[in-house]
């Protein structure tokens, strides 16, 4: 993904967009052989000043699955 930078956010950003795509490497320069598929993540944060930075990451399966699962439980909070 390009035009990304370090994944750190502020406390005061606002989340814009949100993407993500399943990916599996079968293969890299740092390893021979890779196995396990991947989410590659996108986020669109404006900060304070309303300017929008990309910041993007990647995570395994279970690490996407709790991101999920958290992220849509402070939805349901913040509705209520």
Same mark, same amino acid.
């Not at 590659?40 to 990451?57: E, M, P, R, Y």
């Given at each position: 993904m390009?035009?990304?930078s370090? !994944?750190?956010?502020? @406390?005061k950003?606002?989340?814009v967009d949100? +993407?993500? =795509?399943?990916g599996? @490497? &079968?293969?890299?320069?740092s390893?021979r052989?890779? =196995?396990? !598929?991947? &989410?590659a &993540?996108?986020?669109?944060? @404006?900060d304070h000043?309303?300017?929008v =930075?990309?910041k993007c990451?990647?995570?395994t399966? !279970?690490?996407?699955q709790?991101l999920?699962?958290y992220?849509? =439980?402070? +939805?349901?909070?913040?509705?209520t």
């Amino acid at each position: 993904m390009e035009g990304c930078s370090e !994944p750190r956010l502020d @406390a005061k950003s606002e989340l814009v967009d949100f +993407q993500w =795509k399943l990916g599996m @490497a &079968v293969s890299s320069d740092s390893c021979r052989s890779l =196995k396990y !598929p991947y &989410v590659a &993540v996108l986020l669109k944060v @404006a900060d304070h000043s309303g300017q929008v =930075k990309n910041k993007c990451f990647e995570m395994t399966i !279970p690490q996407f699955q709790i991101l999920f699962i958290y992220s849509w =439980k402070t +939805q349901r909070e913040t509705e209520t």
